[in-house]
């Protein structure tokens, strides 16, 4: 099981941006396709962005569209989300995740999440 680690997240007025950053232990951060999720208070968790093993291919969640990027580097094992133009309904805890298998399954290997909050 690979150990994710999760840094960057904080306080930011409407408006401005953040990078979050997920780092992993071990040598094996390229088996992996990785993702973020974030989950609001008294709300489900949603998706908010894909990236495969060699970060050719991304995918966003609707909310995530426009704003934000995913990108990886797997010579430092952290995968990272750059989060532009931020709206109070951004606030959550985020979370990255460690995926074996294709964009569909439901095997994760969780950070411990990292609180963003956006001030109107």
């Known amino acids: 099981q690979v150990q994710l680690v999760e840094s960057g997240g904080g306080l930011v007025q409407a408006g401005g941006s953040l990078r979050l950053s997920c780092a992993a232990s071990?040598?094996?951060?390229?088996?992996?396709?990785m993702d973020w999720f974030r989950q609001a208070p008294g709300k489900e968790r949603e998706f908010v962005a894909a990236?495969?093993?060699?970060?050719?291919?991304?995918h966003y969640g609707d909310s995530a569209k426009g704003r934000f990027t995913i990108s990886r580097d797997n010579a430092k094992n952290t995968v990272y989300l750059q989060m532009n133009s931020l709206k109070p309904d951004d606030t959550a805890v985020y979370y990255c995740a460690a995926r074996p298998g294709a964009f569909g399954t439901s095997l994760r290997y969780w950070g411990q999440g990292t609180q963003v909050t956006v001030s109107s």
């Open positions: 071990g040598r094996t951060f390229s088996s992996y396709a």
């Open positions: 990236i495969s093993r060699s970060g050719g291919v991304t």
